[in-house]
Structure formats: C-alpha cells, structure tokens
Nanobody
Framework: QVQLGESGGGLVQAGDSLRLSCTAS????????MGWFRQTPGKEREFVAT????????YYADSVEGRFTISRDNAKNTMYLQMNSLKPEDTAVYYC????????????????WGQGTQVTVSS
C-alpha cells in the first residue's frame, strides 16, 4: 500500500511558475512508476506527465510539453512537477499517482492516487 500526498498548489498569474511535490509513504518508492494528472469540474481526469522508476524516461501531454518538467528523488520518496509559463487553461486540481510497475504510463491505469492540490492561474 502506498499513500501519496501532493503539495505546492496555489493561485498564480499567467506566466508564473509553480512546483508541485508528491511525497509517498513506504520503502519501495523506487519500484513505482509515477504520474501527474489534472481535472477540472465536469471533465475527465487528463494525463499531464509520467516518469518511470529511475527517472530515465518521461512523457508529457502535448499541452504541457516544453513548459512542465517531471522529476523524482527516490532517496526522498518524492516526485515533482515544475510548471513554468503557466496559462489560465492549466487551472485544475492536480493529482499524483503511482503504478505497481516500473514502466511509465500515459493512461489513468494507476494503482494509487493522492487527494489533489488546486492550481489556479489568473489571466
């Protein structure tokens, strides 16, 4: 069992940056692939970025490619999402997720989810 907790959300202006963190419980963090997803009211949860167990492979949604960077520190049981050049359309609740596999995935096929952190970008 893995428990995930997100932090770092907030209210920013367009063009600003934020860094989200996701901290996991347990001693086997390095065996999980991780991902970030986001959701707005009335819409399905959508993929943002994913990273494999070692951090050597990352994938991004087209909408955030070049602006967001996913990374992880296995020694700290923590994953990050550095978000630059934020846009109003990035406004959403951001969720981190973990998979019981080392392979990254762009689908919502994850085994554990955090509670989410709100990111609001004003124009």
């Amino acid at each position: 069992q893995v428990q995930l907790g997100e932090s770092g959300g907030g209210l920013v202006q367009a063009g600003d940056s934020l860094r989200l963190s996701c901290t996991a419980s347990g001693r086997t963090f390095s065996s999980y692939a991780m991902g970030w997803f986001r959701q707005t009211p009335g819409k399905e949860r959508e993929f943002v970025a994913t990273i494999n167990w070692s951090g050597g492979r990352t994938y991004y949604a087209d909408s955030v490619e070049g602006r967001f960077t996913i990374s992880r520190d296995n020694a700290k049981n923590t994953m990050y999402l550095q978000m630059n050049s934020l846009k109003p359309e990035d406004t959403a609740v951001y969720y981190c997720a973990a998979r019981n596999t080392r392979l990254a995935s762009t689908t919502t096929n994850y085994d554990y989810w955090g509670q989410g952190t709100q990111v609001t970008v004003s124009s």
